[in-house]
């Protein structure tokens, strides 16, 4: 798996991508949230749930329709309170869709693991892509330390992080060049 850092800086970014107005940053920080809420099913190894099995790890919890769920659901609980000035729901929906599913994605980059059942559970194959230059993390917070959590942040530092960064910079400079002049001395 990627790490907990390169899951949430990828789901903030989609937040600020998608509801880049600062109001929104609650959302941002579920995005980011959602991002890393697959990694759950880590639970399952305490209770010996097979790591290939369907609730084992990068099993459905880490699948599109478990992304598609997850963004129903809190879009659900959402629009029973709604709010004014907030997001309108099919954007809310698919920022919280592809954070979640953003999960699988950086895993399916990761140069280790039994790779992501993206279709389960109709489909139990797991895949990665061929493209896989992030490091995997360790599973588990005592094994995340010293030289192998350097080499998996310093690759998620190049594959996630800058990524990320140049994805803000560059819709603030399309933003900023679209506009109108006399806005932009201000």
């Known amino acids: 798996m990627a790490s907990v850092f390169g899951h949430t800086a990828l789901g903030a970014t989609l937040g ?9 940053w609650r959302w941002w920080v579920l995005a980011a949230a959602c991002a ?13 749930v097979p790591y290939a099995g369907l609730w084992g ?10 992304a598609a769920i997850v963004a129903s659901v809190l879009v659900g609980l959402h629009s029973w309170r709604r709010v004014t000035q907030a997001p ?9 869709f592809l954070a979640t599913a953003s999960h699988g994605v950086l895993d399916a980059m990761t140069t280790g ?8 559970p109709f489909d139990p194959q797991r895949y990665f892509f061929p493209f896989r230059p992030i490091q995997v ?4 917070i005592r094994n995340f330390a010293g030289q192998c959590a350097l080499r998996v942040l310093a690759s998620e530092v190049v594959w996630v992080g800058l990524p990320c960064l140049l994805f803000l910079l560059l819709t603030k400079v399309v933003k900023r ?4 002049l006399e806005d932009r001395a201000g």
């Open 36 to 48: 890393f809420l697959p990694d759950a099913d880590v639970v399952g190894f305490k209770f010996q």
């Open 57 to 66: 790890h990068r099993g459905l919890t880490h699948s599109l329709l478990a």
């Open 16 to 24: 600020v991508l998608l509801l880049p107005e600062r109001r929104h």
């Open 88 to 96: 309108g729901l099919a954007r809310l929906w698919l920022l919280l």
């Open 113 to 120: 693991g039994l790779g992501v059942a993206f279709f389960s």
């Open 137 to 140: 993390s360790p599973i588990g």
């Open 177 to 180: 060049k679209s506009q109108p």
